[in-house]
């Protein structure tokens, strides 16, 4: 069973920045983040794959996802946070099948 060992979140002030860490134990074709408020539906932050790269659309322009293929490792850089980016984010795998595997989540608060 693939593991992921995610980092970076916690509490952050309007306008700050923080940087998400997913390490991986498997390999896997695109690596993203989605992200789930309370009383919302899960929804799509950032993925990187087959060369490419996806953003929802309230977050481009102020994230940046990237990849160490290496190290099975995807970061998202999150520049000028606002509160209604609080949420706990999930790093998520994906293999060619289709077949989604999710880590654990973790907690960000943008407030002041």
């Known amino acids: 069973q693939v593991q992921f060992v995610e980092s970076g979140g916690g509490l952050v002030q309007p306008g700050g920045s923080l940087r998400l860490s997913c390490a991986a134990s498997?390999?896997?074709?695109?690596m993203g983040w989605y992200r789930q408020a309370p009383g919302k539906q899960r929804e799509l932050v950032a993925t990187s794959g087959g060369g490419s790269t996806n953003y929802g659309d309230s977050v481009k322009g102020r994230f940046t996802i990237s990849r160490d293929y290496p190290k099975n490792t995807v970061y998202l850089q999150m520049n000028n946070l606002k509160p209604e980016d609080t949420a706990v984010y999930y790093c998520a795998g994906q293999v060619l099948s289709g077949r989604f595997s999710w880590g654990q989540g973790t907690q960000v608060t943008v407030s002041s």
């Open positions: 498997g390999m896997f074709y695109a």
